[in-house]
């Protein structure tokens, strides 16, 4: 039997569920796994320690570029360790193995295909003839076979492994919990990689399938009984979209059997009263809804997001009625729009009294319908190697300027703030996104808004070294002014 080394660039918390099940699936074949971490130290210790047969990589966009280096490493230690890559990266830009000593990638789903690709390795069969596997060879002879049909019945996956990362990462310590209820997502959003994975798989399945509510009870609780769980994060694309059957047997079944508060994410306008009440009789304990764009236009045309401003508006006074914490996702600085549209989403969020929000700053993916436009358009030249992991990074678009570029990132960073205390919108809309550095906002943790001393804020000015200097009481009383116009939400609150 092989010995699989996983390879993950670093440790966040969040559960990396897709080499947890890509583990489970080479033990279910009898195949031995391992796990390095490229932030814990040298990946050739690991190489020398562990000597496996095969290094598996699972990479988004972005991230991709540091696998392939890691890839190149262990070429460099032993050429005859195969290699394979696989996840939304090489699913949408398969051409990456043209290019990169790869020895295979998987594109698409892995569940059939991953055990069959090293059961073949392990007898020295044929990697070139398996469905949803690309190497050199089949792509250089035109003999790629189809892609396999999607998985339909979830149920018969093994459970997560999550010893593989749990062992060895302060994950094991860390008491929220990832999982997934689900795959897919029938929406059409240009700037999300599902509806080039629906392209991709037209014909070849339903547009989603998700577990039956007992095998999510079943693998929770021996998740509960194995590791210290305070919390589940429910990571679906859409957790659910009505009240049905099967949302009444969640309600009914987790808080008797599990009885763990849990977040999940859904459309604002999917939400019903009902949903969320049923939810909230579950435990939810915070729901996340993303608006993407504050502007019609913008979401509804080139975001295909197909919701009104009154749909959002009312899903999130819904949740505020019922005491549910909220998140939200917010993109800036999308092509052919500017800092105003960017704004506009802004206050959107302070409207929607969001408890918590982010704002991305856009990237392009290969594969998506966003990601075309951009390039076809001129505002990015394709080059995915180059594009950053953080999304509050620079944009990498060239339809805007540096000083656009520089308000979208202190705005990415300062939305979240502005969301905590919205009184500080006027002031961030007028000064602190224009400042060439952000050094930050000095509030004052211990009081609430109404207890706070407002006749003195500060602001960093321009001077190198942050020095930070009193705004003019008239300029102070016109921010206020104008500040209270976009949260009177939250001052009746």
Same mark, same amino acid.
């Given at each position: 039997? @092989?010995?699989v080394?996983?390879v993950?660039?670093?440790?966040?918390?969040?559960?990396?569920m897709?080499?947890?099940?890509?583990s489970?699936?080479?033990?279910?074949?009898?195949h031995?796994?391992?796990?390095?971490v490229?932030?814990?130290?040298?990946?050739?210790?690991t190489?020398?320690?562990?000597?496996?047969?095969?290094?598996?990589?699972?990479?988004?966009?972005?991230e991709?570029?540091?696998?392939?280096?890691?890839?190149?490493?262990?070429?460099?230690?032993?050429?005859?360790?195969?290699?394979?890559?696989?996840?939304?990266?090489?699913?949408?830009?398969?051409?990456?193995?043209?290019y990169?000593?790869?020895?295979?990638i998987?594109v698409?789903? !892995?569940d059939?295909?991953?055990p069959?690709?090293? #059961?073949?390795?392990?007898?020295?069969?044929?990697?070139?003839?398996?469905?949803?596997i690309?190497t050199k060879?089949?792509?250089?002879?035109?003999r790629?076979?189809?892609?396999?049909?999607?998985?339909?019945?979830l149920?018969?996956l093994p459970?997560?492994?999550?010893?593989?990362?749990?062992?060895?990462?302060? +994950?094991r310590?860390?008491p929220?919990?990832?999982?997934?209820?689900?795959?897919?997502?029938?929406?059409?959003?240009?700037?999300c990689?599902?509806?080039?994975?629906?392209?991709?798989?037209?014909?070849?399945?339903?547009l989603?399938?998700?577990f039956?509510v007992?095998r999510? /009870?079943?693998?929770?609780?021996?998740?509960?009984?194995?590791?210290?769980?305070? =919390?589940?994060? =429910?990571?679906?694309?859409?957790?659910v979209f009505?009240?049905?059957?099967?949302?009444?047997?969640?309600?009914?079944?987790?808080?008797?059997?599990? !009885?763990l508060p849990?977040?999940?994410?859904?459309r604002?306008?999917?939400?019903?009263?009902?949903m969320?009440l049923a939810?909230?009789?579950?435990?939810?304990h915070?729901?996340s809804? %993303?608006i993407?764009?504050?502007n019609?236009?913008?979401?509804?045309?080139l975001?295909?997001?197909?919701?009104?401003k009154?749909q959002?508006?009312?899903?999130?006074?819904l949740?505020?009625?019922h005491?549910?914490?909220?998140?939200? #996702?917010?993109?800036l600085?999308?092509?052919?729009?500017?800092?105003k549209?960017?704004?506009?989403? @802004?206050?959107?969020?302070?409207?929607?009294?969001?408890?918590?929000?982010?704002?991305?700053v =856009?990237?392009?993916?290969?594969?998506?319908?966003?990601?075309?436009?951009? /390039?076809?358009?001129?505002? =990015?030249?394709?080059?995915y190697?180059?594009?950053?992991?953080?999304?509050?990074?620079?944009?990498p678009l060239t339809?805007? %300027?540096?000083?656009?570029?520089?308000?979208?990132?202190?705005?990415s +960073?300062?939305?979240?703030?502005?969301?905590?205390q919205?009184?500080?919108?006027g002031?961030? /809309?007028?000064?602190?996104?224009?400042?060439p550095?952000f050094? !930050?906002?000095?509030?004052?943790?211990?009081?609430?808004?109404?207890?706070?001393?407002? %006749?003195?804020?500060?602001?960093? #000015?321009?001077?190198p070294?942050?020095?930070?200097r009193?705004?003019?009481?008239?300029?102070?009383?016109?921010?206020?002014?104008? %500040?209270?116009?976009?949260?009177?939400?939250?001052?009746?609150?």
């Amino acid at each position: 039997m @092989l010995k699989v080394l996983f390879v993950l660039k670093s440790v966040e918390y969040i559960d990396p569920m897709g080499i947890m099940l890509l583990s489970s699936l080479a033990k279910q074949a009898g195949h031995h796994t391992y796990l390095h971490v490229l932030s814990d130290g040298e990946m050739v210790d690991t190489l020398e320690r562990v000597r496996p047969d095969v290094v598996a990589f699972s990479a988004k966009t972005g991230e991709h570029k540091y696998y392939l280096e890691a890839n190149r490493a262990v070429k460099a230690f032993d050429k005859s360790i195969v290699t394979i890559m696989g996840g939304p990266h090489t699913t949408f830009f398969p051409g990456t193995i043209d290019y990169h000593d790869l020895d295979a990638i998987c594109v698409g789903e !892995g569940d059939d295909a991953w055990p069959e690709f090293l #059961n073949a390795l392990a007898r020295g069969g044929d990697i070139h003839g398996i469905p949803n596997i690309q190497t050199k060879l089949n792509r250089a002879e035109d003999r790629i076979l189809p892609l396999r049909p999607k998985k339909a019945d979830l149920d018969r996956l093994p459970y997560l492994d999550r010893d593989l990362v749990y062992r060895s990462t302060r +994950l094991r310590r860390f008491p929220m919990r990832s999982y997934m209820a689900g795959r897919g997502c029938p929406y059409p959003c240009t700037y999300c990689f599902n509806h080039a994975f629906r392209a991709v798989y037209r014909g070849k399945g339903r547009l989603y399938n998700r577990f039956s509510v007992e095998r999510i /009870v079943a693998e929770l609780k021996v998740l509960k009984a194995k590791y210290e769980t305070q =919390f589940i994060k =429910f990571y679906d694309d859409i957790f659910v979209f009505r009240y049905d059957e099967w949302l009444e047997e969640f309600a009914e079944k987790y808080p008797r059997e599990i !009885g763990l508060p849990f977040h999940c994410l859904v459309r604002a306008d999917l939400l019903t009263e009902p949903m969320l009440l049923a939810l909230k009789n579950a435990g939810i304990h915070s729901i996340s809804m %993303s608006i993407e764009a504050g502007n019609d236009e913008t979401r509804n045309k080139l975001l295909k997001r197909n919701m009104s401003k009154e749909q959002i508006t009312a899903a999130f006074d819904l949740c505020h009625k019922h005491k549910v914490p909220t998140f939200c #996702n917010t993109i800036l600085a999308m092509p052919g729009t500017g800092i105003k549209e960017d704004i506009e989403s @802004l206050d959107l969020n302070v409207r929607c009294r969001v408890t918590f929000g982010e704002f991305p700053v =856009f990237h392009p993916y290969p594969g998506t319908e966003l990601g075309r436009y951009t /390039v076809e358009h001129g505002y =990015f030249d394709g080059d995915y190697d180059r594009l950053h992991m953080s999304y509050q990074n620079e944009s990498p678009l060239t339809c805007f %300027s540096k000083k656009e570029k520089l308000m979208q990132k202190n705005l990415s +960073l300062l939305g979240t703030v502005c969301l905590w205390q919205p009184w500080l919108r006027g002031i961030t /809309v007028k000064w602190l996104i224009r400042l060439p550095v952000f050094p !930050g906002v000095l509030p004052r943790e211990s009081l609430s808004h109404k207890d706070q001393d407002l %006749s003195s804020p500060v602001i960093p #000015n321009k001077h190198p070294q942050g020095h930070l200097r009193k705004l003019e009481p008239r300029t102070l009383q016109a921010l206020r002014r104008e %500040s209270a116009l976009y949260c009177p939400t939250r001052t009746r609150a």
